[in-house]
């Protein structure tokens, strides 16, 4: 199997990411892909929000919570500031797409990569190519198969 994974870096857009998610799952129907093209999204949250988040659990722990009702209004609590803080810094969004043809169809694997490379979400973003025989190939398939 001839397998690549390309690296998108989107940064805090998630607005493109969106995008270029859409794009390739409505390539991945029209053409009928199916597991040859696989799509993952890597979300790194920002230091500030996870610095945030850690200063915000031992005061949430200090309210002392006893019924289910104030741990429920805690948990309500703390879910509403998480998003506020996650509106406030956005996270590091990347997207990781995994092309897996057979080895009889090279042409093909090197159409997608040459053809998602110069689609417009994509191309305004920075991207890396990784291909089986590369290095740092078996550490990013590892991450890869790690993610939702």
Known sequence: MSQSILIF?????????????????????????????QLKFERVESEESAESGADEKPASAKKGATGKSQAKKASAEKNEDDEKKSAEAPAHIRILIRLDFSDHEKLSHQRWLDRIAAEEPFKSVRAETLRQADEAFDKTAELFDSLD
């Open 9 to 37: 870096d989107f940064g805090s857009n998630e607005e493109a990411a969106q995008q270029a998610r859409h794009k390739l799952e409505g390539w991945k129907q029209a053409f009928r892909l199916g597991d040859k093209l």
